[in-house]
C-alpha cells in the first residue's frame, strides 16, 4: 500500500480530505490542524511525537516534520526544544470590527495583553504628515510608538501620529492604558469614521528584528486612519504585527 | 526647544509624499537617487535606506539595472459585507473568472458539521474553486454546502452561476450575515500551482460561516489569497450606520 492509501485509511474520522492531488504532509497538516480545531489536541498540551505520528499513520518520519514545521511556522504549534511540539491556544486575536461598533486593535482587558509606550515625543509635521493632517509643515505632531506584547512576546508595534493642536493633552495621557478612540471621547473629541488596511509585507530587517520575527514568517502591516465627521484626518496609526502570533476577525453584514 | 524629525524618517516620508503630490501611478520610474539626495539635501546611504523600507513596505519594487518603480496597488479586499468582494470588483472594471478545481459530495467532518451546524456525518458538497482577477489567479476558495437542506444544488450549480443567485432564487435564502477570521499561511507546492506563487509564499487564509436570516449557515468557506494582490480594507462609518 502507498503512504498517501494509507494514510487516507487511517485518518478513519475523514478529517479534512482536501486530496486534489495534495502530498502527504499537507493532509497530515491539514489533520493535525482539525485535531487542534476539534479539541481533541488542547492548547497548551503537547502533541504525539513525530516517532508515534509516523508509526500511527505509517509514514516517513521526514514527512511527519515537514507537516509540523507548517504549523509551526503557522503559529499554531510551538517547538520546545528537548520537550515536543506544544499546542498554541488563544491567539492574539484582534477585532477588525465589532457589530455596530469601532474597531478594537488592541483590548487592555484581554487577558495577558500588556502595551508599553516605548516613545512619545513631539515632532514638526514634515511634507507627508503636513499633507496628511492639512496643516503646515512645521506644526507639532505627536509621535507615540507602542510595543504590545501578549504572554510577555512582543507581537507588534504600532506607530501612532496625531496633530498637537488636536489633542495637546496627549502630552500628559497614558497612552498604552486607553485606546486612542477612548482618549479622544475622554475629550470630546468625535471620531466619525475609521478605515483599515492590513496587508503581508516583507518589512526591513530592522523591523523583524525588533519583533523577533522568524525567518520564512510574514509580517502584516495594518494602517488605520482616524476621521471626524467633516472627515478630516485626526491621527494616522500603523502597526507591524507579526503574523504567526496574531489573528483577525471581522463581522460582515448584508 | 528645538523638535527635528530624525533624517532617516524624513527621508521616507519626503519620499512617500513626492509619490503621492506628483500621483505617481503603478510601474513609473522614480527619477535617479543622484537628483533626489541633490533635491533634498541628503546623503546616498540615507535615500537608499529611505528606499529600501519603502522595498520592504511593498511601495516601491526594484529592477536591478534600471531603477526604483513604484509597485502595482494591491485590490482592496473589502470587508463590508457578505459576499461583497465580486460586485466591488466588477464595478472597478476589473475581468473575473471562477474554474472548478473539484466539486464532490463529503460526509461532514467534526469541523464541518460544527459549522454548518449539522450532525457529523451528514452529507455536503465541496466545491474547491479558483478566482482569477484579471487573467492572474488570486484565490483558492473550499466551500462547504449542506445536501439535505440544499437539494440538487450540485444540479444547478455551474461556474457560471453565482452561488448568492442560487440561494437566493431557488432556496429563497438571502445571504445576511457572516463571521470571517483572517490569519497568514504558506503556499504548498500544489496550491503554489494552482495560484502561480513560488511555494511558501505568504497568503491570507481566511475562513467563515455565511448565514441566512434566521441565523442558521448557508456556506462554511476557507479562501487562500494571494497576499502579493490583496489588502484587506474595514471601512467603518459612524454618521452614516446611525442613519
Sequence with gaps: MDEKNALAEKNDTHDMKLDYRMPIYLQLREIVRAKIEDGEYLPGTAIPSENKLAETFGINRLTVRNAVDALVNEGILRRVQGKGVFVVGNKYEEVLEEHGGFINNFSPGQKHVSIKEHTKQLRPAGNKYANYFNIGLHDLIFYIRHFITFDDETVSSEEIYVPKEILPELEIINSSVFTLKDIFSFYGIELSSMSQTLEIINGIPKTRKSLDVPDGVALLMLSCYYRDKTGRLLAYSRSFIRSDKSTFSIQLHS | ?243
Design chain 2, 1 to 243: 526647544m528645538d523638535y527635528r524629525i530624525p533624517p532617516g524618517t524624513e527621508a521616507v516620508e519626503k519620499l512617500e509624499d513626492f509619490i503621492a503630490v506628483n500621483r505617481l501611478t503603478a510601474n513609473t520610474r522614480i527619477p535617479s537617487e543622484r537628483d533626489l539626495c541633490e533635491m533634498w539635501g541628503i546623503s546616498r546611504s540615507t535615500l537608499r535606506q529611505a528606499v529600501d523600507i519603502l522595498v520592504g513596505w511593498g511601495v516601491l519594487y526594484r529592477v536591478r539595472g534600471s531603477g526604483v518603480f513604484v509597485s502595482v496597488p494591491k485590490i482592496s479586499r473589502n470587508m463590508v459585507g457578505v459576499d461583497s468582494m465580486i460586485g466591488e470588483l466588477r464595478q472597478q472594471g476589473r475581468v473575473l473568472a471562477k474554474k472548478i478545481v473539484s466539486s464532490r459530495i463529503i460526509e461532514a467532518t467534526k469541523q464541518i458539521s460544527k459549522k454548518l451546524q449539522i450532525p457529523l456525518g451528514q452529507k455536503v458538497y465541496e466545491y474547491i474553486r479558483i478566482r482569477s482577477v484579471d487573467y492572474t489567479p488570486a484565490l483558492l476558495e473550499t466551500t462547504y454546502i449542506d445536501c439535505q437542506r440544499y437539494p440538487d444544488f450540485d444540479k444547478r450549480y455551474t461556474e457560471n452561476t453565482p452561488m448568492g443567485d442560487l440561494f437566493k432564487n431557488i432556496y429563497h435564502k438571502k445571504q445576511s450575515s457572516g463571521k470571517e477570521h483572517i490569519s497568514v499561511t504558506y503556499a504548498s507546492e500544489n496550491e503554489a500551482h494552482l495560484l502561480e506563487v513560488t511555494p511558501d509564499s505568504p497568503l491570507f487564509f481566511t475562513s467563515g460561516v455565511v448565514k441566512d436570516e434566521q441565523d442558521i449557515p448557508i456556506t462554511y468557506y476557507k479562501q487562500l489569497i494571494r497576499s502579493d494582490l490583496f489588502k484587506f480594507v474595514s471601512e467603518i462609518d459612524k454618521s452614516r450606520s446611525e442613519e
